[in-house]
């Protein structure tokens, strides 16, 4: 319990001392949909991913505290480990199936707790949804939580430089409408929901 409190009591000195100047000062951060995001229970943040600085900052717009699956290497990087351990994050081994990060996922959402997933599983050059994976699908499925789609513009093109001088380009971030859990683990249901919401955050990244 006690530590509860303590990761809470970080993960708002983080968001609002580090991320907060980041997402607003510097990227001109602004959030759409807000009202499709639920203020009761968990759920399962399903988005597009262009940057390493997409998990802080998609969980601070949000407004709730969301733990993403984040690959083993960024946790040795001295600040962003800190930061996205603070946030909640969790390592994950990319190209296996990590039954540890499955049950990690499972767990939070049954403590009440939302995750975040980056449906490609890797960032993507053009910060579009092109080869989404069923992860979040099946996760829904097995503990019966609703997906929410969120679409972060912008994210692979953070920054420009001009003349040795950099140029931040503006973070929008849309919120779309939740979606159910699949009605069956089935390959064919799974795929069906996956395409849904590679649908639904492509839409909103027009």
């Known amino acids: 319990m006690k530590s509860n409190f303590y990761q809470k009591l970080i993960y ?9 100047p980041i997402y607003k000062l510097i990227f001109r951060g602004k959030l759409l949909g807000r009202e499709h995001i639920p203020q009761k229970g968990s759920f399962i943040l399903v988005s597009n991913h262009g940057s390493l600085l997409d998990p802080p900052i998609l969980g601070h717009a949000v407004g709730r505290n969301i733990s993403f699956m984040a690959k083993s290497e960024l946790f040795r990087i001295p600040l962003l480990g800190f930061i996205i351990r603070s946030c909640g994050a969790y390592p ?11 049950k990690i996922a499972c767990e939070k959402l049954s403590n009440n707790n939302s995750i975040g997933i980056f449906i490609d599983g890797t960032r993507q050059k053009d910060g579009r949804v092109n080869k989404p994976k069923q992860g979040a699908a099946l996760l829904s499925f097995k503990n019966q939580k609703m997906l929410l789609p969120v679409a972060i513009i912008n994210s692979h093109r953070l920054m420009r430089l001009k003349f040795f001088i950099p140029f931040f380009t503006k973070i929008v971030i849309k919120v779309g409408r939740p979606i159910p859990p699949p009605k069956s683990s089935s390959k064919k249901d799974l795929m069906e929901v996956t395409n849904c919401l590679q649908e639904s955050i492509n839409n909103m990244l027009e």
Do not use: C, W
């Open 92 to 102: 994950v081994k990319r190209g296996i199936v990590d039954k540890t990060t499955i």
């Open 12 to 20: 708002q000195l983080v968001s609002n001392v580090i991320i907060y």
